[in-house]
């Protein structure tokens, strides 16, 4: 078997395992495959980043703190408020009234508090993956804040009731004990009178009279001054108070008239034990000026009590006034706690509280907290909220469009890189450039793939076919150009088209004008009954062919050798099937090449397949060229190396592969 064209040609000038061009040209074919894989992968990054990515909202309220006095720095208190708001106890009363399915260190998180600079201003923010919650999140902060910071002024009010109670019990018992002091002291001038009537001992006494006057009109003076100041601060009280409920004037101003005016009211206006106490003091001044004696000491001491009393009874008035206030203020906190106030902007707070001295008018809880916070002077303010935190309706960040595209990427990524990672291991014989790389052996041509109306012998010619079959007949015949020569074509497997290639390779060599002798060796278990006899121009089932030659039943060659529609081309059909593979090696086989080399200038020998049988390896031993064809993209490199080995043991060396049905994009491949 002659060697030229035996060598295979040098190797990939990119040293790869695999030729790049190839790969190229497969990828370029799976192109739809892409498109499908990309559109799959935004549908699935579209999905995934609906459902796992995650918007952020935020929602603002803002309270603001209301100074009642000006002695202590609200930046300092501000400050201090603010570190109160998010403790822990706080953060778990959030999440247990909201249920929200986060630990407390990720609500600490979502919670953000801060005071503006130079202000009074405290804002409280909430973050959550949607509006309604960061909205709740916020306002939960403050109410639960708010609450705590009223049940501390609670303890406060508390805590000065008792006081003011304390001091109110003091002064009762004071009043009690000067009004048994005073009925002691009536009972001894009148036991003195009686005496002095007795003893005709009354004496006129104008000291007496003119003291009597003097001290009537001290006191018509003082209280028609007192008077005059109270009708004063209440018309300041109305005017105030109209300027108020126009928010012509701050709470502060306001308030300072108010106390203004209940501490007028409470030096001027008589209680009804005064006004006994004044009355018996006109009837004791009147009969001892009418009777002209001289004031006893007894009695003397009498008028220093009555006015003694009078004083503690005017601030018995006055801290009566004060425990009245501080426990309304009290109840009226309390109330809020338990969900009758509120601190929302625009809402009164305890609804059904009525202070005292406000004739049912009703009051924001924050206005009413600074009136009894500025009238007993306490260095302290309260909270008013400014606005609360509404639903956000548009989010501040998301990550859902960035993990739609991370989605999108990796799965486009893993999808592309699987397409690539097929076509690079792809396990089979493409294009005509894989074969030296992969199979050490020279590609001798390539016939492409074509659909089933194109394969009709002897065909168009100008079909692909066609003109693909003269290329490797004049490839060949570089090759072989000896008259005799005589050519096997086997493969690796069956359906690699072995017998399509043999009939368009005949008829390529006899459109040369050459005589070419076609011969079917399957005579041993042969897949199909029939062969190449569809070649024929009178096709016939039961004629002979070389199983009859083979197994002595023909003795004449010429007698099996029938003419095919393809001019120049004769056919020894397969004939009756043979049972063992002997005498495909045997004299006989030598005599019908040796007829069909006198008789043609070329021999064609279809083989079976190389790994079912040794049929091709006894054949081989005639032939002067043993060629392997391969079905592009259907057989496996392994099944074609392991066929080439055992062709070795036969000592046959492959002169080349054909690969037949090539795909559009690797017939440049060659």
Not at 85 to 103: D, E, H, Q
Not at 135 to 140: D, E, F, L, P, S
Not at 228 to 242: I, S
Request: hydrophobic share 45%.
């Amino acid at each position: 078997m002659p060697n030229e064209g035996n060598q295979p040609p040098p190797p990939d000038e990119f040293n790869l395992p695999f030729h790049l061009r190839t790969i190229l040209a497969a990828l370029w074919q799976r192109r739809r495959l892409f498109l499908i894989v990309a559109l799959v992968a935004v549908v699935l990054g579209v999905a995934g980043g609906y459902f796992l990515g995650k918007r952020t909202y935020y929602a603002y309220t803002i309270l603001r703190y209301v100074q009642v006095s000006g002695k202590s720095d609200v930046g300092s208190i501000m400050q201090t408020e603010m570190n109160q708001v998010k403790i822990g106890k706080n953060l778990a009363k959030v999440r247990f009234r909201l249920s929200l399915p986060a630990t407390l260190d990720e609500l600490n998180k979502a919670i953000e508090v801060w005071v503006q600079d130079r202000s009074n201003l405290m804002t409280i923010r909430g973050k959550w993956n949607d509006g309604k919650t960061a909205a709740a999140i916020a306002n939960t902060m403050r109410e639960i804040y708010l609450e705590n910071w009223l049940q501390a002024q609670v303890t406060q009010l508390e805590r000065l009731q008792v006081q003011a109670e304390s001091e109110l019990k003091n002064l009762d018992s004071q009043a009690e004990k000067l009004g048994s002091l005073i009925d002691d002291l009536k009972k001894q001038i009148a036991d003195e009178e009686k005496q002095a009537v007795k003893g005709k001992t009354k004496r006129a006494n104008v000291a007496l009279r003119y003291g009597r006057l003097r001290e009537a009109i001290a006191e018509d003076q003082a209280r028609r001054v007192n008077r005059a100041a109270l009708a004063q601060t209440q018309l300041e009280y109305n005017r105030a108070r109209k300027l108020r409920e126009r928010d012509l004037i701050s709470p502060a101003e306001f308030e300072k008239t108010a106390a203004a005016y209940r501490r007028q009211r409470a030096a001027t206006v008589d209680t009804r034990k005064i006004k006994e106490w004044k009355s018996e003091l006109e009837k004791l001044s009147t009969m001892a000026a009418a009777e002209q004696t001289a004031q006893s000491p007894t009695e003397a001491l009498l008028q220093a009590t009555l006015m003694k009393s009078f004083d503690l009874e005017l601030k018995r008035v006055q801290q009566n006034q004060e425990v009245m206030d501080l426990k309304n203020a009290r109840n009226y906190v309390q109330e809020a706690l338990d969900g009758a106030g509120s601190f929302e902007p625009g809402k009164d707070a305890g609804t059904e509280v009525k202070l005292a001295q406000q004739k049912d008018r009703h009051l924001p809880l924050h206005e009413m907290l600074a009136r009894v916070l500025r009238a007993y002077d306490f260095d302290t303010g309260s909270f008013e909220t400014v606005a609360k935190a509404d639903v956000p309706v548009y989010p501040v960040k998301s990550t859902k469009k960035l993990f739609a595209i991370a989605i999108t990427l990796f799965i486009m990524m893993l999808g592309f890189l699987a397409i690539i990672a097929r076509e690079v291991l792809d396990p089979t014989l493409r294009s005509a450039s894989e074969i030296p790389l992969r199979l050490k052996l020279p590609a001798l041509g390539m016939l492409p793939l074509v659909t089933r109306e194109h394969l009709v012998l002897p065909g168009d010619p100008s079909s692909p076919m066609v003109e693909a079959s003269r290329v490797l007949a004049e490839r060949l015949r570089v090759m072989i150009p000896s008259t005799d020569a005589r050519i096997i074509l086997t493969s690796a497997a069956r359906g690699e088209g072995r017998t399509l290639v043999a009939a368009y390779l005949a008829g390529a060599f006899g459109r040369r004008g050459e005589k070419v002798i076609l011969i079917d060796a399957e005579v041993r278990q042969p897949r199909r009954k029939t062969g190449l006899e569809f070649l024929c121009a009178q096709p016939d089932e039961n004629q002979k062919g070389l199983g009859e030659l083979l197994s002595g039943r023909v003795n004449k060659i010429s007698d099996v050798v029938r003419e095919t529609v393809m001019p120049g081309v004769s056919l020894i059909p397969r004939g009756r099937s043979i049972d063992a593979p002997e005498p495909l090696g045997s004299q006989a086989m030598h005599d019908v090449l040796e007829f069909c080399s006198k008789h043609a200038g070329l021999t064609i020998v279809v083989a079976p397949p190389v790994l079912p049988n040794v049929d091709a390896g006894l054949l081989a031993r005639w032939a002067q060229a043993l060629i392997v064809v391969v079905r592009s993209g259907h057989t496996r490199v392994a099944v074609v190396q392991r066929a080439l080995r055992r062709l070795e043991t036969f000592k046959v060396k492959a002169m080349g592969v054909i690969l037949n049905g090539v795909r559009r994009p690797f017939l440049d491949q060659d």
